[in-house]
């Protein structure tokens, strides 16, 4: 097995780091307080090409692997996870999804304005009641003969206020369950689809979350993705590649949290040296590197194995479960290595323990982690 990196993805990672360093790292703190989007700084992202990392380059994309995509995602997320978010979305469960499944003309009209990062897009399937369960569709799409109409409201919706297009989950045939489940484009501003307010969060507060609601909106029967009962099967597979974005988010978050912690413990005193030679602070800094390391090369594994086309259902929920624990883990231990400072803004590592929280729930808890696991070991050992 080779751990190398190729030359190509060595140089998007540095392109990623001094990017997150010059263009994110100034006022990110006030970004964070104020809720702010940052604007600017994504549509930066959209011109490196970090939000069409994986797409064909006829399509508006970069055309690279998924390891450099990993590896992109960990620089951003060390600096500002809200950001991080935001390139996750759109790449892995918006343009991957329409990449793989859409038809051409999709692609072309959608595919290539989001890949380019012209504009950005969000993938809306949770809902008040439906969002471990995502069987549990209550938003319906009629079929009308040459359109459907959509009724219903989704909940906790990553880039809902700033996307232009968004990929809706809806129920159409409530009889066939799961089955009757499909996938549309819908564009905002169209009659009827109406953003909700600004959800008010403990992390990732940067990032734009909001609910949205359709009444009697009119989608196009070809904005349907996929045959008719394919929106399912679109969802669970596209989220299976969404977990090594949230994955690489998570390890960004830790790997941020402990390069911070390590320079305060090579500088700050107690007992007249530096704290990081008092072996309780030295050995905590062994465990966070350790983890971070672990966790490192199952989001790398996992990426290599999409690369190579194979079932990542196991691997990438193993990824994302495992890293979203060392980005908790982590975050509190490079608080406590901070002291009382840990706990000031300034620091940056409160925001870091705040922000590593929702890797632990968005895109599959880690409970619903849990369960896609075993019973691929079930599976597996019969």
């Not at 060390?78 to 999804?97: E, H, I, R, T, W």
Request: aromatic residues 8%.
């Amino acid at each position: 097995m080779n751990f190398n990196l190729s030359e190509e993805q060595l140089m998007i990672q540095q392109a990623a780091r001094d990017f997150a360093q010059t263009e994110l790292l100034p006022g990110v703190i006030e970004r964070d307080n104020a809720q702010k989007f940052p604007h600017e700084q994504v549509k930066k992202m959209g011109e490196l090409g970090l939000l069409g990392m994986m797409v064909d380059p006829k399509y508006g994309g970069a055309g690279m692997d998924s390891i450099a995509y990993v590896l992109a995602i960990e620089e951003i997320a060390k600096v500002d996870a809200s950001a991080a978010v935001v390139m996750s979305v759109n790449n892995s469960l918006v343009c991957a999804g329409l990449e793989k499944f859409a038809n051409e003309e999709q692609k072309m009209k959608y595919l290539k304005p989001l890949a380019s990062g012209e504009v950005i897009g969000a993938f809306a399937l949770s809902e008040p009641e439906a969002g471990s369960d995502a069987t549990s569709q209550q938003t319906t799409a009629v079929d009308k003969g040459d359109h459907y109409i959509l009724n219903g409201t989704k909940n906790w919706i990553t880039n809902g206020g700033t996307a232009t297009y968004y990929i809706v989950i809806a129920q159409t045939d409530p009889e066939k369950k799961h089955k009757g489940i499909n996938a549309f484009i819908v564009e905002k501003g169209w009659k009827g689809f109406e953003i909700g307010p600004k959800e008010d969060k403990l992390g990732i507060r940067g990032s734009d979350t909001h609910s949205l609601l359709f009444t009697d909106v009119v989608v196009p029967k070809e904005n349907r993705i996929g045959e008719d009962g394919f929106g399912f099967n679109f969802a669970m597979a596209v989220l299976n590649g969404g977990r090594i974005g949230i994955a690489s988010q998570a390890l960004g978050i830790a790997s941020g949290a402990y390069e911070l912690a390590l320079k305060y413990a090579q500088t700050r005193k107690a007992f007249k040296t530096e704290i990081i030679n008092h072996q309780a602070i030295a050995f905590k800094l062994a465990d966070m590197a350790t983890s971070i390391m672990a966790a490192r090369m199952l989001c790398y594994k996992a990426a290599a194995e999409k690369d190579e086309g194979k079932d990542i259902s196991e691997i990438g929920a193993m990824a994302k479960l495992y890293s979203s624990q060392v980005a908790m883990d982590t975050s509190i231990e490079a608080v406590q290595i901070h002291g009382g400072y840990g706990y000031v803004k300034e620091y940056h590592v409160e925001r870091m323990m705040r922000d590593a929280k929702i890797t632990q729930i968005y895109e599959g808890t880690s409970e619903i982690q849990k369960i896609v696991i075993s019973r691929s070991i079930v599976k597996n050992s019969k």
